[in-house]
């Protein structure tokens, strides 16, 4: 493998884990209510469903898109399965 193709795939899983964090970050933040789960671990959720995608799809738009969908039903299901009480949000 060239050089330079070796740099664009590390970079290319860099960038996936940076913005897994950002969109577990984004999870966390869109949704509010007490929740059992910690901030570290939705961001680690996020991580874990960019890479999952990243590995399937090799569009950068397709790895988004579908690593937000596998991302919300990840935090779905951890959450539900989690011990601790859940509070639904304040409705406005």
Request: proline fraction near 4%.
């Amino acid at each position: 493998m060239h050089r330079r193709t070796r740099y664009t795939v590390a970079m290319h899983w860099v960038w996936l884990i940076i913005v897994g964090a950002i969109v577990g970050a984004l999870g966390r933040f869109f949704h509010p209510g007490k929740d059992p789960m910690g901030m570290l671990l939705t961001i680690a959720i996020g991580i874990v469903s960019l890479v999952v995608a990243g590995l399937i799809f090799s569009s950068t738009l397709l790895e988004f898109v579908v690593g937000i969908i596998v991302a919300i039903a990840l935090v779905a299901l951890v959450g539900r399965f989690l011990p601790g009480e859940r509070t639904p949000a304040a409705r406005f």
